[in-house]
């Protein structure tokens, strides 16, 4: 495959899935040259620019520009990328040996065939990380489109019954989403290996017993009701599809059919996004209206004035995350400070995979320290170096707001204060609400 056939297969892969899966599922190919000429290309776009952004381009505070050093971005992108060459083939290898429990028929290079072109959205989305905050929803939205990508192309290339789809996927995505979360665990220096094994071992019986029954309090009991909700997100996909062929199930005929077909596949893709972070009723989460986060914010921190303020709120594939932040100054300009709320709410669902990754760290040297913990069941993140007066404090409320301080300070103490002058108390009494209502 050379450049131009690369691009076309991207191309056709992403918007016209219908057409593209039964000519990928029986076209030769080989372990290698999927590798060679496809993955290892696709798999290093997230990488290359995630070091783009955070070592050459940098996130802009204060009006000063900060960066990753050279090496350690580069060692991190170097990692990400190897982690993921490897994670995409023992993928393959789950989704081989799982085939004949889904009357499919075992075939490693179409098992590889399956993951590689299903993960084309999601590589792709990976640029977007170099675009301030709508990035994170671009590479969500690729994420979830690669979802829907994969329930497609399964009975072209492990040759299943449609019907036994949903099923196969739901096990191939919950087995993913744990492996990407340790691939990330390990590129930040995290272990937690051996909960990440059960809770993956856990949710595949889950999945396939039905006489299997986990406490609705416990991980396993969240991870397995992340599992019904990616069932009604293929229910989701099936409906969708449904309406697209016509009542009688007969199918569009000729080109008239083929706009009505990718829309069908964005309204699929976008309503399993719905199903799967969204409210009991399908319908997308509300995040709260900037203007209120806004409202949180307070008017001085540690005799620092607020110099200005920002909000909004970005949309996409029905997902809503709404960002809210000030800036302080003291007087001589010496100490400069950044509050920044964010309100996610699809990440309340995703409350059991970051259980799953929950662990504490703490280092300290002469200038400072970095620390990671959970209090009162809120994930804090700290971070202080008193040779330049810098540092960050982040705390989780409620499984979806994030409040975060960063800047200079005199010490951390006014850091750790400014994310205290908001009352988070108010913040956990929204998501607990939400949680309720939805």
Do not use: C
Not at 362 to 391: C, L, V
């Amino acid at each position: 495959m050379n450049d131009e056939g690369l691009i076309s297969r991207v191309k056709s892969i992403l918007f016209d899935p219908r057409r593209t899966w039964p000519l990928i599922g029986e076209e030769p190919a080989t372990v290698a040259g999927l590798y060679t000429r496809y993955i290892m290309i696709l798999a290093a776009l997230p990488a290359i620019f995630t070091f783009v952004k955070t070592s050459l381009i940098g996130y802009s505070m204060f009006g000063a520009t900060m960066r990753t050093g050279i090496v350690a971005g580069l060692l991190g992108a170097l990692l990400t990328y190897a982690l993921s060459l490897v994670m995409v083939y023992v993928v393959a290898l789950i989704i081989n040996a799982l085939a004949p429990s889904f009357r499919g028929q075992k075939n490693q290079v179409q098992a590889l065939k399956v993951i590689a072109y299903a993960y084309t959205a999601a590589w792709v989305a990976g640029i977007a990380v170099i675009i301030p905050w709508l990035g994170g929803i671009i590479g969500l939205a690729g994420g979830i489109y690669s979802i829907y990508l994969l329930y497609l192309g399964l009975p072209h290339t492990m040759k299943n019954p449609p019907e036994k789809s949903l099923a196969y996927t739901i096990v191939i995505v919950v087995i993913t989403l744990v492996l990407s979360l340790l691939i990330g665990a390990v590129v930040a220096g995290v272990t937690g290996i051996g909960a990440i094994g059960a809770g993956a071992g856990a949710l595949g019986k889950s999945s396939h017993s039905s006489s299997v029954v986990f406490d609705t309090d416990t991980k396993l009991g969240q991870l397995a009701a992340f599992g019904e909700q990616m069932k009604a997100a293929g229910e989701r996909m099936e409906a969708a599809e449904s309406r697209s062929r016509g009542k009688d199930g007969s199918g569009a005929k000729a080109t008239a059919a083929d706009g009505r077909s990718r829309d069908a596949d964005m309204a699929s893709a976008e309503a399993a996004m719905a199903a799967l972070f969204g409210g009991k009723d399908g319908k997308p989460l509300e995040a709260l209206e900037p203007e209120q986060l806004k409202g949180l914010l307070p008017a001085s921190i540690a005799g620092m004035p607020r110099t200005g303020t920002s909000a909004s709120r970005e949309s996409a594939m029905g997902m809503q995350v709404s960002n809210a932040s000030a800036d302080y100054a003291s007087e001589d300009g010496q100490r400069r400070l950044k509050l920044t709320l964010s309100d996610a709410p699809m990440m309340a669902k995703m409350g059991a995979f970051r259980g799953l990754m929950s662990s504490e760290s703490s280092s300290e040297t002469q200038d400072g320290f970095e620390k990671t913990y959970t209090r009162n069941g809120r994930h804090i993140e700290e971070e202080w170096n008193s040779r330049s007066g810098r540092g960050a404090y982040e705390v989780m409320v409620g499984s979806r707001f994030t409040v975060k301080a960063e800047g200079t300070a005199e010490n951390f103490q006014q850091i750790q204060s400014a994310v205290e002058s908001v009352d988070l108390a108010k913040l956990e009494a929204v998501a607990k609400a939400g949680a309720e209502q939805h």
